[in-house]
């Protein structure tokens, strides 16, 4: 039986194809530690005490997956800690090397759902439209207009109503008449009299103006007639009954275009929608520090334990003279499936730790040591 082994020695620089995907080929140290990263792998294996059944591409792959396996963990905890303001940009850069500035786009853009139902803003339209009122019909079914105006049973939700009468300035030539404020005695005080009346010289306060309106609206409100309406289920009642035909304007909105979860019903390309397209790519090796590289390193092993329990689990046993070996691939597999987990149990536990909210957790828990330590320090006593 011939069993490829590993011979002690690789090159990854003159191999053909040497990781399945290539995502790190043209890395120049990527290149460099390729090799070495075999010969840690085979050495903690047993060689040259034990024959590895392995080829030098095998440990490449394991490589470059551990790397990848890295970048993955690292973009997807910066992804779930800075969604909200990646959500929305353009997918044509990548944002691996790039610092993120946090934002309130996403916030924003659901608050503005508030806003439509508001009239203060969003993105839904609200409409305007003309009712027609009849004299001594107090009732209308604003169902059946919108009908007539080609809207869809149900669609309509009415949002404002208007009842605009002139303003009390209009309705009045000078808001002081009457009402003791005497305005020409103050301009007789000042020795103004004789000029003019004070409506045209003396400028007051402009809540005093404020005042005089709100008099006159209260006046028209509590001792005339009240105009008001009651909306219910888009049956409109009309407070008095009309005497006369007229026009009610009214501003409504569409369920439908409420219910539209498409901002202005447009599709975004080249948008980033959601986390499988916000562009993250696989790590820069190079740009690896000495932390992030020795994690890969005994990943790369673990893998390897792996790879080389499924190989000796083909040849359980192997014949010699007058005895069999057996091999160690159940063990092999073991090791390498656990030391998998613990290494992935780590790193997201260290990623958890330097997460924005813990490391503002710790700063806060630091400076109120910081303070509890500093007011130990006897105070000066400053004599002037």
């Known amino acids: ?150 809207i869809a049973s149900g669609d309509l939700e009415v949002k404002r109503i208007f009842y605009k009468e002139k303003p009390p300035i209009v309705r009045y030539f000078d808001p002081y008449a009457g009402t003791g404020t005497d305005v020409q005695g103050l301009m007789d005080s000042f020795g103004f009299g004789s000029y003019s009346p004070g409506i045209n010289f003396m400028l007051m306060p402009i809540n005093y103006d404020l005042q005089k309106i709100q008099a006159i609206e209260f006046n028209d409100q509590i001792r005339k007639s009240n105009y008001s309406f009651e909306l219910i289920n888009n049956q409109l009642r009309i407070f008095p009954i009309p005497t006369q035909d007229y026009t009610l304007h009214i501003q409504y909105i569409l369920k439908t275009d409420r219910n539209n979860p498409f901002p202005s019903g447009s599709i975004y390309n080249g948008v980033a929608t959601n986390v499988s397209n916000i562009p993250y790519n696989n790590p820069t090796y190079t740009l690896i520090n000495a932390i992030g590289r020795q994690w890969i390193f005994e990943y790369t092993l673990a893998l390897c334990k792996e790879m080389l329990g499924y190989v000796r689990g083909k040849y359980t046993t192997i014949p010699i003279p007058n005895a069999d070996v057996t091999l160690n691939h159940s063990d092999l597999i073991a090791a390498g499936t656990a030391e998998k987990n613990a290494l992935l149990e780590r790193l997201r536990a260290y990623l958890d730790e330097t997460s924005r909210s813990k490391l503002l957790e710790k700063k806060a828990n630091e400076g109120d040591n910081m303070q509890k330590e500093l007011a130990k320090v006897p105070y000066p006593i400053y004599i002037g």
């Open 1 to 150: 039986m011939n069993i490829p082994i590993w011979p002690g020695s690789s090159s990854f620089a003159t191999t053909i194809n040497p990781t399945p995907f290539g995502f790190y080929d043209g890395d120049a140290q990527f290149i460099t530690d390729a090799d070495k990263v075999a010969v840690f792998c085979a050495r903690r294996l047993g060689y040259p005490l034990n024959d590895i059944e392995l080829q030098d591409i095998n440990f490449y792959t394991a490589f470059e997956e551990a790397v990848t396996t890295y970048g993955n963990e690292i973009y997807a905890f910066q992804l779930s800690e800075n969604y909200l303001s990646l959500e929305g940009m353009n997918t044509g850069s990548a944002v691996n090397n790039q610092l993120i500035q946090p934002n309130l786009s996403s916030i924003i853009r659901a608050s503005q759902t508030y806003g439509t139902e508001a009239g203060v803003g969003g993105e839904v339209s609200w409409r305007e439209g003309q009712v027609s009122m009849s004299a001594n019909v107090q009732t209308y079914d604003l169902n059946s207009w919108a009908q007539s105006e080609g």
